[in-house]
């Protein structure tokens, strides 16, 4: 399992995650992540916000119900075998 590590915006506190799949929507790269390893975690769905040109991944918290609705169910269908609870 990938581990990603990023700045949190309102702490400047690194945080580290574990990806669980990823997925692309409408042009728009989302990852779903959760904060432990193994048994059972929090899921969280990211955005990457980099611009086109940048090599480097910029991922925010998807905080809009709508747009997480949409990706989470994208999500859940992409991991049938995964019990995901939102």
Same mark, same amino acid.
């Given at each position: !399992?990938?581990?990603?590590? !990023? !700045?949190?915006d309102e702490t400047g506190e690194e945080l580290e995650f574990y990806v669980l799949e990823q997925t692309k929507v409408n042009g728009v790269s989302y990852i779903l992540v959760t904060d432990s390893e193994f048994g059972d975690a929090e899921c969280m769905i990211l955005k990457d916000r980099a611009v086109a040109d940048n090599t480097d991944s910029i991922y925010e918290f998807v905080e809009d119900d709508v747009e997480l609705d949409a990706v989470f169910k994208i999500f859940d269908e992409l991991l049938e075998d995964v019990d995901i609870e939102r």
């Amino acid at each position: !399992m990938e581990k990603i590590s !990023m !700045m949190s915006d309102e702490t400047g506190e690194e945080l580290e995650f574990y990806v669980l799949e990823q997925t692309k929507v409408n042009g728009v790269s989302y990852i779903l992540v959760t904060d432990s390893e193994f048994g059972d975690a929090e899921c969280m769905i990211l955005k990457d916000r980099a611009v086109a040109d940048n090599t480097d991944s910029i991922y925010e918290f998807v905080e809009d119900d709508v747009e997480l609705d949409a990706v989470f169910k994208i999500f859940d269908e992409l991991l049938e075998d995964v019990d995901i609870e939102r």
